[in-house]
């Protein structure tokens, strides 16, 4: 089975940086996609950011320029530096990892950001 598990989340300031990290529990496995989603209260879950086991990168609008996804594929962990945070980043993040075309994620991790 497949387990995802994020860390890094926390409390910051507007303006702080944070990083998220994710670990996929099975080694020697080959991931395809792994990412970033995060959900607001009261709003739906909605993509951060994206990457590719090649290295390409999706983000969405509202992370471009401020966060930067990366990701390992000999250890299956992905990363996700955020800076220049604002309050309306707060959120709980989770992380993404697909596997043989199914999704697989995270439990999640919170992050807030105080004005």
């Known amino acids: 089975q497949v387990q995802v598990a994020e860390s890094g989340g926390g409390f910051v300031q507007a303006g702080g940086s944070l990083r998220l990290s994710c670990e996929v529990s099975?080694?020697?496995?080959?991931?395809?996609?792994m990412g970033w989603y995060r959900q607001a209260p009261g709003k739906q879950r909605e993509l951060v950011a994206r990457i590719s086991s090649g290295g390409d990168t999706n983000y969405a609008d509202g992370a471009k320029g401020r966060f930067t996804i990366s990701r390992d594929n000999a250890k299956n962990t992905v990363a996700l530096q955020m800076n220049s945070l604002k309050p309306e980043d707060t959120a709980v993040y989770y992380c993404i990892a697909w596997y043989r075309g199914s999704p697989y994620w995270g439990q999640g991790t919170q992050v807030t950001v105080s004005s």
């Open positions: 099975r080694t020697f496995i080959s991931i395809d996609d």
